[in-house]
């Protein structure tokens, strides 16, 4: 059976999950509007980040950006329990400095580059003490818990920053997919095709679309579309005009993207504002 505590911080910028899933449970590709950092308790399986695979196993951590879609892969007849701590930079923003920003490992990053900490690392840091921690100033609501919280999610950033800095990139596991995500990332608001993709790199179509649904878990259009729907809804954040956001994320007209922007997040760009404000997570 599934089972899911949720907590939720009172700001809204701040949430702790510890879920327990079994295999029958599917887990689609996704992104959050959060930083996400996932602690594995119990699971030993796969976790695909940006087309990279990661074996993952118990008490290793994940991380990433609301960049990065992500999904796990489960194995048969598995256990599947976590604890996730999706944060925004507004719950730390007076910790935030120019020569400093605790959220730095996370957000500058190569996309599904260095997202996993070993269990080694957690242990020597004490990264899964902290998440304990902060569980229980959650569940005993203690005077100081607000503060504790905020301290200890302060603390283990800090540990992740400086762990990410200090281990070094591998690139043992190089695919050409790698060079084709890192691609279209940087091309979102130009017309891109399988056509065009296959011409670039010198692959056949028909390979691209296979690598693309067996190792991100979605089509090259769904991939393309749901990353210009994570553009284009920063760009709203961030105080532009959807329509203005649509052209600037790729999409060609705007009635096409309200269509897909709709269909991924289940609200209209318009009232996208809103249902944030409300802390309700989106999942595209």
Do not use: W
Request: with cysteine.
């Amino acid at each position: 059976m599934d089972y899911t505590k949720l907590f939720l911080h009172d700001d809204k910028s701040y949430n702790l999950k510890h879920s327990i899933f079994n295999s029958s449970t599917d887990i689609f590709p996704h992104a959050h509007n959060s930083y996400e950092i996932i602690h594995f308790v119990n699971f030993s399986g796969t976790y695909s980040v940006e087309g990279h695979i990661y074996e993952i196993g118990k008490n290793d951590i994940l991380i990433t950006n609301p960049n990065e879609i992500h999904r796990a892969l489960l194995p048969p007849d598995t256990i599947f329990e976590n604890q996730q701590l999706q944060l925004k930079e507004a719950y730390l923003a007076e910790f935030i400095f120019d020569d400093y920003n605790p959220f730095k490992a996370l957000r500058h990053r190569e996309l599904g580059c260095q997202n996993k900490i070993d269990a080694s690392k957690v242990k020597e840091y004490g990264l899964d003490v902290l998440f304990d921690k902060i569980t229980y100033y959650h569940e005993n609501q203690l005077p100081e818990s607000k503060v504790m919280i905020k301290a200890l999610s302060l603390q283990l950033l800090t540990y992740v920053n400086n762990i990410v800095t200090i281990t070094p990139v591998k690139k043992d596991n190089y695919t050409i997919l790698e060079d084709i995500l890192i691609y279209i990332n940087n091309n979102l608001t130009q017309k891109i095709t399988l056509k065009f993709l296959e011409n670039k790199f010198f692959i056949s179509k028909y390979n691209i679309s296979r690598i693309f649904k067996q190792q991100i878990g979605y089509t090259f259009v769904e991939y393309i579309t749901t990353k210009r729907i994570l553009l284009a809804k920063e760009l709203i954040l961030n105080g532009m005009y959807a329509s203005d956001a649509a052209l600037e994320a790729g999409f060609s007209d705007y009635s096409n993207f309200y269509r897909c922007f709709k269909k991924a997040t289940g609200i209209s760009p318009y009232d996208y504002k809103t249902q944030l404000s409300k802390n309700t997570e989106i999942n595209v």
